[in-house]
């Protein structure tokens, strides 16, 4: 449904300047139309002001010499400002309260009628799930498995049994949380003797989990996620991790078991934990990164190598094999 300008100012804040017209969509200022509303959060692209058509647009309070033909809305952090139009424009989809016909429901697990169950879903004996659940089609809910109210499973998700997920967790398709971490123990002989995987999984309140992430269960006690986190696609957390409250980690990480990441930090896409490290609270870590250590002091870290050509990183390479010849050789001359 339209939003008049001055109903949005009036639930989110902000400062309206200009028309009260009727917004129907969020679009960017290159393709967003007279009724659309569009915003602003890089000063960058002001000249953009000057040949969109959108009808309204979110800026910050320092943009100044604005076009008078159009609509804003003044606010602080026009980026966030922006996420929260979207979400009053397109607001989450609710539980249909129905179960599908196709559905397996163990007799003694708690599915409350509020929930919404999808076709081919698989709830196990004694999961208990919380008010207004979604869980769509193919999921599985193992055994002993506790939902909180208004989780949302989106289709062919798996929870292992001893699967706790607390309010309004949201997780992707295709994500597996609770499969066996990667312990296994050498045999005499050189061969492998898996080490059973008993703990479980513990996911706080207001977490999103992106789509085919997997996290595994705790080999003796749980692996943890904190509540407000954002875990990205593609993302694979080991058994006995612990992650801090609203941290966010981006796709194609990989945490190695019981590594501790403290609350607030930020995780680059294709990051790579080794285990048994913690890092502080705050920190963030570069795209790409190779984190063998543990970090106690907050900062901004980062070790990608920089893109060269073959050719040049042949030359490179050549130089890095001597550089411990190198470094003999500048001791023994500072000795001299």
């Known amino acids: ?6 109903s949005i100012v009036a639930q ?9 017209i009727h917004i129907q969509s ?9 009724n659309d509303i569009s915003f602003l959060s890089n000063p960058k692209y002001k000249k953009q002001l000057e040949t969109t058509n959108a009808g309204a647009i979110i800026v910050a ?5 604005l076009p008078e033909n159009k609509s804003y809305i003044v606010a602080d952090d026009p980026y966030l400002y922006f996420a929260k139009v979207l979400h009053l424009l397109y607001p989450p989809q ?5 179960v599908h016909e196709t559905a397996v429901i163990h007799r003694n697990a708690i599915v409350p009628d509020s929930c919404e169950i999808g076709a081919f879903v698989v709830i196990g004996e004694n999961a208990q799930l919380g008010e ?12 002993n498995c506790v939902l909180g109210d208004e989780c949302v499973l989106y289709p062919s998700v798996v929870l292992y049994p001893k699967t706790h997920l607390g309010n309004r967790v949201m997780i992707h398709a295709n994500s597996v949380i609770g499969a066996d971490g990667f312990g296994n123990a050498r045999t005499a002989d050189k061969t492998w003797y898996k080490i059973p995987q008993i703990g479980g999984v513990i996911i706080g309140d207001d977490t999103e989990i992106g789509a085919n992430s997997n996290i595994d269960k705790g080999a003796l006690g749980n692996t943890e996620i904190g509540s407000g986190c954002r875990i990205d696609n593609q993302v694979q957390i080991g058994h006995n991790c ?11 990480t990989g945490i190695s078991g019981s590594t501790k990441i403290g609350n607030y930090c930020i995780v680059g896409g294709a990051a790579m934990f080794v285990g048994h490290i913690e890092i502080a609270d705050h920190t963030i870590i570069g ?7 543990s970090i106690d002091k907050p900062d901004f870290y980062a070790t990608c190598y920089p893109i060269q050509t073959q050719k040049e990183w042949v030359k490179n390479a050549v130089h890095i094999r001597h550089l411990n010849e190198l470094s003999k050789r500048v001791k023994a001359l500072e000795k001299q």
């Open 287 to 293: 795209g790409g990164t190779a984190v063998t250590r």
């Open 26 to 34: 969020v679009k960017t200022l290159s393709d967003a139309t007279a």
């Open 1 to 6: 449904m339209p939003h008049l300008l001055s």
């Open 242 to 252: 612990i992650i801090g409250n609203h941290t966010a980690i981006a796709a194609c």
């Open 94 to 98: 609710k539980s249909t309260r129905q």
């Open 132 to 143: 207004n659940c979604r869980i769509l089609s193919g999921s599985v809910i193992g055994e």
């Open 61 to 65: 309070p320092n943009i100044v010499g």
């Open 12 to 20: 989110l804040g902000g400062k309206l300047v200009g028309q009260d």
